[in-house]
């Protein structure tokens, strides 16, 4: 007893066990026996340094069932192997397979002086142990290099000794951790300064590997499984010493609070090569600007397939318990199994994680699995790596958001280099596809709100063909402030509204909407084009933002070809004339909107011949961190120049062709002046306030008629104008116009008052009523009719479809 008590005290046992002992198969695969051992000498409790499988033994049992089996002295006893007066004390026995993915590699054995067997939470802590085993016996182990390969060393020796695992203990709740003397030196903590607070061992931890590993400490985060992690330490002397993670939670339970249960040990040796990091760090490097989950999916199959020479790569979300691929490599439908082929929906298919047990087995565990050629997998499985396949999961917060596939089609062996990166590849990916899916939503909700504030078509226009193009900025929030519009006015005329609101924001597109919204409104009202912007401004000045907008305002008339441009702090619009030469327009403009609230907006007429093309823009489309403004509208100038007139949209896509990352969004309005072929007839009359007013306004509407050779209708369009007419003299005050058109085979027949308020058609008139049956009477005889309001006041019309006479 004397020389067992020197032997404990010279050589630490992890988890304070009395011994712990490592077998592996020997080389004919029929034995299990001892390679490594440390705590002391198996002999003095009851172990042989070898088993045949055949044999009933604890270590046997375990590594056939490939389940833990955890004996106390009673248990034990039933085995026969040892009598207990042999045994130095009453003892407890666990017996723990190494090895994963089917793949055994032997069995771990743990022996402790304790009569009623290991508890609950010494079982997890000695389980997380095997595993540490299993990784570094698949690694080959420190001084061994091919245990479970080649047959064990015919010596014992201190590898086991030498191999570096500390443990703690977590309480979530209150951030205490219980961590070993081992875990101390593994961290580089002096044992007398460490304070008992999670925090301390987290400030010894390379920033970059601190998120993976909050993922675990913070309540909440880590799901009841295991999980395991490679993560960085900052020595006193700068080094940088890797080190593994394989950790669990255990609920509160038994008046214990919620906690977990971690194992760390030393992996410096299990860390890539030169070569490897740099694959890793260049794949860092992709995944930081990877935008979207598409981005991601390029940047795995880039740095996994040709690098490793593998056949195939697949990477997949996990949403519910569906496999939602994102990418395949390479992507023909023939190069899958069945299952991926008849799941194929368009670009890509999905697959029920349940159809594929083995791999849901994996993703539940959260642990990377490697088979090697002849694995006994399910064939839609097996059919992806043949001669080796790779199952990664992704964690990602604290959970497993999906798996990449990696497969080979001849047999593949994976080194220790190779599974360091593919370790650590999974660990990039899955921060990596969180953060992409968060922008590819951000950027989905951002389209859809820029999508309800913009126009959802443009309107068809007499004379004129008007094409538009919107993109969002590739850089921050996919919303901005840009915005345009096309206002049909009243009698062949149209608006062109060109706006960017400062920001890119869900408060720049609030306000974006707001001011378009805006300058609609006045601009339907009838203002002209100076006091629509005025207006506009004033309105924006007393919102409650500091926040300002620029804008370029157009109104055209269809008929004459004049164009009316206000401008407010943005840029000029440019004009293409018929024969190409193309140039801004000179503009005198304003400050921007929301300055000033008395600022001046001086209007501009320029001449449109048929066959210009007017092009307002945003200077997102000219102007960039490495474009300055001149070169942009210099390059655009050009475009415009060479560009072919006869298809608008093709042009406009021309004018965006350079515009593909993008610093701010771009608004571009393209409006091709085609001139209207046959122009109305058009007549106007100011009616006077006296008694036969009204029969003032039918002799000039029958000379009119007569005139323009209208001999048809006449009844039914001098009874609209008497009651028009009669309508607004009676119910409003100030100046009233009567005026007429003619455009093809439509009469219209409009009268103008200064009252804004539309006239009511009752909605139920009797016999004993005096009034209200004019305007049914107008509405029963016409085609058409309406009100629109018009500068302070309004419009009463009525159109009527006149016969077609044949020459």
Same mark, same amino acid.
């Given at each position: ?17 009395? $011994?712990? /002992? ?26 042989? #340094?070898?088993? %045949? ?41 666990? /017996? ?5 993915? !089917? ?54 020796? &201190? ?24 875990? $101390? ?27 993976? +590993? ?29 080190? @593994? ?30 070569? =490897? ?29 040709? &690098? ?31 299952? *991926? ?28 699995? +490697? ?21 990664? #999961? ?15 089609? =001849? ?16 660990? +990039? ?21 820029? @999508? ?6 443009? %309107? ?11 993109? #969002? ?54 203002? %002209? ?62 400050? &921007? ?27 997102? $489309? ?52 085609? !001139? ?8 106007? *009359?100011?009616?006077?306030?006296? &008694? ?12 009119? $008629?007569?005139? *323009? ?70 509405? /029963? ?7 629109? %309001? ?18």
């Amino acid at each position: 007893m004397g020389a067992l008590r020197t032997v404990r005290e010279r050589i630490q046992v992890f988890g304070g066990a009395a $011994l712990a /002992a490592v077998y592996v198969l020997g080389k004919k695969h029929d034995t299990l026996q001892l390679a490594e051992s440390a705590g002391g000498s198996g002999a003095l409790y009851g172990l042989s #340094p070898s088993y %045949p499988l055949s044999c009933r033994a604890p270590v046997v049992d375990a590594f056939r069932t490939g389940r833990p089996l955890w004996l106390n002295a009673a248990g034990l006893a039933s085995y026969g192997e040892s009598p207990a007066e042999t045994l130095p004390a009453p003892v407890s026995l666990g /017996a723990l397979p190494l090895g994963a993915n !089917g793949s055994p590699l032997g069995c771990l054995v743990v022996v402790d002086e304790v009569p009623d067997g290991f508890d609950a939470e010494r079982r997890n802590f000695l389980e997380l142990y095997a595993d540490q085993v299993t990784a570094w016996l698949e690694a080959g182990g420190e001084p061994s290099h091919g245990i479970g390969r080649t047959g064990p060393r015919p010596v014992l020796g &201190p590898a086991l000794d030498r191999f570096w695992v500390g443990s703690f203990t977590l309480i979530l709740s209150t951030g205490q951790i219980d961590a070993d003397a081992r875990v $101390l030196d593994l961290v580089d903590i002096p044992r007398d300064a460490f304070d008992g607070r999670v925090e301390t061992l987290l400030e010894h931890t390379v920033p970059d590997d601190l998120p993976a +590993l909050m993922s675990i400490v913070e309540p909440g985060h880590m799901t009841s499984g295991g999980r395991e992690l490679e993560f960085r330490i900052r020595r006193s002397t700068g080094e940088l010493r890797w080190l @593994r993670l394989r950790a669990r939670r255990l609920a509160e339970r038994d008046g214990k609070p919620e906690r977990v249960l971690g194992v760390v040990a030393d992996a410096s040796h299990l860390r890539p090569s030169a070569d =490897e990091v740099s694959r890793v760090q260049r794949l860092s490097v992709a995944l930081a600007g990877a935008m979207t989950v598409r981005d991601v999916s390029r940047a795995v199959v880039a740095a996994l397939r040709d &690098p490793l020479e593998a056949d195939r790569v697949a990477l997949a979300e996990l949403e519910g318990d569906r496999l939602v691929v994102t990418v395949l490599d390479p992507p023909e439908p023939d190069a899958w199994p069945e299952l *991926w082929r008849s799941e194929w929906r368009s670009e890509w298919p999905d697959a029920p994680a349940r159809a594929l047990p083995t791999l849901e087995a994996a993703l539940r565990e959260g642990r990377m699995s +490697l088979w090697t050629a002849g694995s006994t997998l399910e064939p839609n499985l097996a059919g992806v790596g043949p001669g080796g396949l790779a199952v990664l #999961p992704l964690p990602a917060e604290g959970r497993v958001i999906g798996t990449c596939l990696v497969g080979w089609d =001849e047999p593949h062996a994976f080194g220790p280099e190779e599974r360091s990166l593919l370790t650590a590849t999974a660990g +990039l990916v899955g921060q990596a596809l969180v953060r992409a899916r968060a922008l590819d939503a951000e950027h989905e909700l951002a389209t859809m709100l820029q @999508r309800s504030l913009l126009p959802r078509k443009l %309107p068809r226009l007499s004379g004129a063909v008007a094409v538009a193009r919107y993109l #969002p900025a590739t850089v921050g929030l996919a919303v901005g402030g840009d915005w345009y519009d096309v206002i049909p006015l009243s009698e062949n005329q149209v608006a062109l509204v060109v706006g960017d609101v400062q920001g890119h924001n869900a408060g720049a597109a609030t306000i974006m909407g707001q001011m378009r919204t805006a300058i609609r409104a006045y601009a339907v009202e009838g203002h %002209p084009p100076d006091v629509v912007v005025s207006r506009a401004n004033r309105l924006l000045v007393g919102m409650e933002t500091d926040l300002f907008a620029t804008c370029c305002y157009v109104a055209i008339d269809m008929e004459e070809g004049d164009a009316w441009c206000v401008r407010a702090g943005h840029l000029p619009p440019l004009l293409r004339a018929p024969n190409g030469d193309t140039q801004e327009v000179t503009i005198e403009g304003g400050p &921007p909107l929301g300055v000033l609230a008395e600022a001046e907006f001086p209007m501009t007429t320029v001449a449109l011949a048929p066959g210009t093309v007017l092009a307002l823009l945003t200077d997102g $489309l000219v102007e960039s961190s490495s474009l300055h403004l001149e070169d942009g509208m210099r390059r655009v100038c050009d475009v415009l120049s060479t560009a072919d007139p006869s298809d608008a949209g093709r042009m406009a896509d021309e004018l965006l062709g350079g515009a593909n990352r993008r610093d701010d969004d771009v608004a571009l309005l393209l409006l091709r002046y085609d !001139g209207i072929g046959v122009r109305p007839l058009r007549a106007g *009359w100011a009616v006077w306030r006296l &008694p036969d007013a009204v029969a003032h306004a039918r002799r000039f509407t029958s000379r009119t $008629l007569r005139s *323009w050779g209208v001999t048809d209708e006449t009844d039914a369009i001098l009874l609209i104008v008497s009651e028009l007419v009669t309508n607004a003299l009676v119910h409003t005050q100030g100046q009233v116009r009567l005026d007429l058109t003619l455009a093809g085979e439509r009469m219209r027949v409009a009268v103008s008052d200064a009252s804004p308020r539309a006239p009511v058609k009752p909605s139920n008139v009797n016999w004993e009523a005096t009034g209200g049956r004019g305007i049914m009477l107008v509405e /029963a005889v016409s085609a058409a009719y309406g009100s629109v %309001p018009l500068s302070g006041g309004k419009q009463v019309w009525a159109e009527l479809v006149l016969p077609r006479h044949e020459p």
